[in-house]
């Protein structure tokens, strides 16, 4: 099958990026500021790329309010990365010893867990695990110890289609989010987390670098064994450049945030995101064909999961939606059933042909 531009792209990440922002990126890819030379040729320490960089950190500390306290790293190594950084740099503040708390709430925050596990006491403060990661365990059964340097959560699990409304009150304890698949999607209050991280490949452009928002004073902390591209105190007195940064990335990151800012920032897209999953999911409960099984207050408005009551519609549906033009509708093989990851750049109109085709396959099942 072949298609034209554009089909609607589901998927999960990397996942769909404007059109404008891509018709730039091509106008000019091969005399970029009339250089003669791309952007992804010229040295991460040039004065024309320097420029570059600190307008990105400029548009994202604008897009998210980041008060001057915090640190922005742009790094590699995605998500996964910093599983194993985050505790590197923090999980020696723990008051008896390397430990941090963990809230799992799906696949993405229990991998995190293991992986800190690999560095000191990666405690459970509660699992929805026995529910198929279909909730959030309530406020009130969360066992948070008294001597972790950390409570670590997810705040958008993106495989099981789960999202904190909020992000959780710990009082003065450092909180860690992993906000990979929802970030820039919603206002956030910086001051209330330690840490914020994520890839930019679901929110904002293609894969390769990975946002660190960190509370200045916590940096510097690091375990001796860390790395020096893992260790952020090393990373942030050398701008971000202790290794060769994925320039290329870095520059399509920053056409996604002018973008942003273009669309009205993020107060404006996320009335827009709030729209388009409502769309959906107000489809789907009153279908009788799909069913979403995740706790209501607790729907993801970037990953909205749903099954089919009769799964051996399954590949028909799949092969149908996509001779649509709707692509990677595929649920994640850990969850089965389908996946509509609905980003900042997944325009309304494309939730509303989702939702035409699927009520017309409804109607013809
Ligand atoms: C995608 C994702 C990750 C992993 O990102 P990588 O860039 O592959 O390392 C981690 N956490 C969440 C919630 C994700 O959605």
Same mark, same amino acid.
């Given at each position: 099958? /072949?298609? &034209?531009?554009?089909?609607?792209? $589901?998927?999960?990440? =990397?996942?769909?990026?404007?059109?404008?922002? %891509?018709?730039?990126?091509? *106008?000019?890819?091969?005399?970029?500021?009339?250089?003669?030379?791309?952007?992804?040729?010229?040295?991460?320490?040039?004065?024309?790329?320097?420029?570059?960089?600190?307008?990105?950190?400029?548009d994202l500390r604008t897009l998210m309010n980041i008060p001057?306290s915090y640190e922005i790293l742009l790094l590699q190594g995605?998500?996964?990365?910093?599983?194993?950084?985050?505790?590197?740099?923090?999980?020696?503040?723990?008051?008896?010893?390397?430990?941090? #708390?963990?809230?799992?709430?799906?696949?993405?925050?229990?991998?995190?867990?293991?992986?800190?596990?690999?560095?000191?006491?990666?405690?459970?403060?509660?699992?929805?695990? /026995?529910?198929? $990661?279909? @909730?959030?365990?309530?406020?009130?059964?969360?066992?948070?110890?008294?001597?972790? *340097?950390?409570?670590?959560?997810?705040?958008?699990? @993106?495989?099981?289609?789960?999202?904190?409304? #909020?992000? =959780?009150?710990?009082?003065?304890?450092?909180?860690?989010?992993?906000?990979?698949?929802?970030?820039?999607?919603?206002?956030?209050?910086?001051?209330?987390?330690?840490?914020?991280?994520?890839?930019?490949?679901?929110?904002?452009?293609? +894969?390769?670098?990975?946002?660190?928002?960190?509370?200045? #004073?916590?940096?510097?902390?690091?375990?001796?064994? /860390?790395?020096?591209?893992w260790d952020w105190g090393k990373q942030a007195a050398n701008? +971000?450049?202790?290794?060769?940064? =994925? @320039?290329?990335?870095?520059?399509?990151?920053? %056409?996604?945030?002018?973008?942003?800012?273009?669309?009205?920032?993020?107060?404006?897209?996320?009335?827009?995101?709030?729209?388009? *999953?409502?769309?959906?999911?107000?489809?789907?409960?009153?279908? /009788?064909?799909?069913?979403?099984?995740?706790?209501?207050?607790?729907?993801?408005?970037?990953?909205?999961?749903?099954?089919?009551? #009769? &799964?051996?519609?399954?590949?028909?549906?799949?092969?149908? +939606?996509?001779?649509?033009?709707?692509?990677?509708?595929?649920?994640?093989?850990?969850?089965?059933?389908?996946?509509?990851?609905?980003?900042? *750049?997944? =325009?309304?109109?494309?939730?509303?042909?989702?939702?035409?085709?699927?009520?017309?396959? &409804?109607?013809?099942?």
């Amino acid at each position: 099958m /072949t298609f &034209e531009r554009r089909i609607f792209n $589901f998927s999960a990440g =990397p996942s769909t990026v404007p059109e404008e922002v %891509l018709k730039q990126a091509q *106008a000019e890819l091969l005399n970029w500021h009339g250089l003669g030379t791309s952007v992804m040729e010229i040295s991460h320490r040039s004065k024309d790329f320097m420029a570059v960089y600190e307008e990105v950190l400029h548009d994202l500390r604008t897009l998210m309010n980041i008060p001057d306290s915090y640190e922005i790293l742009l790094l590699q190594g995605g998500g996964i990365g910093q599983n194993a950084g985050i505790p590197m740099n923090l999980m020696a503040l723990g008051k008896n010893g390397p430990k941090a #708390d963990f809230l799992v709430t799906g696949i993405w925050s229990e991998k995190s867990r293991q992986e800190a596990e690999k560095y000191g006491v990666a405690h459970l403060v509660a699992s929805s695990a /026995t529910e198929q $990661f279909n @909730t959030i365990p309530a406020r009130d059964s969360w066992d948070l110890s008294d001597d972790a *340097a950390y409570l670590h959560y997810c705040s958008n699990e @993106t495989i099981g289609g789960v999202e904190f409304p #909020d992000t =959780p009150e710990v009082g003065d304890r450092l909180l860690v989010a992993d906000i990979s698949s929802n970030i820039l999607s919603k206002e956030m209050d910086i001051s209330k987390g330690a840490v914020w991280f994520g890839g930019a490949q679901k929110n904002i452009g293609p +894969s390769g670098v990975t946002i660190v928002v960190v509370r200045k #004073d916590l940096l510097g902390h690091s375990m001796k064994i /860390t790395p020096s591209i893992w260790d952020w105190g090393k990373q942030a007195a050398n701008q +971000s450049m202790v290794n060769t940064p =994925p @320039t290329f990335s870095i520059y399509m990151a920053g %056409l996604g945030f002018k973008w942003l800012l273009k669309q009205g920032g993020v107060k404006v897209i996320e009335q827009r995101n709030q729209e388009k *999953a409502n769309l959906l999911y107000d489809f789907i409960d009153q279908s /009788t064909l799909y069913e979403n099984r995740v706790n209501k207050v607790y729907r993801s408005r970037m990953n909205a999961t749903f099954f089919l009551r #009769d &799964e051996s519609l399954n590949d028909a549906f799949l092969s149908q +939606s996509k001779a649509a033009g709707l692509l990677a509708l595929r649920g994640h093989k850990a969850a089965g059933g389908m996946r509509a990851s609905i980003y900042n *750049a997944m =325009p309304l109109e494309g939730v509303i042909a989702l939702v035409e085709f699927m009520r017309d396959f &409804e109607r013809r099942a």
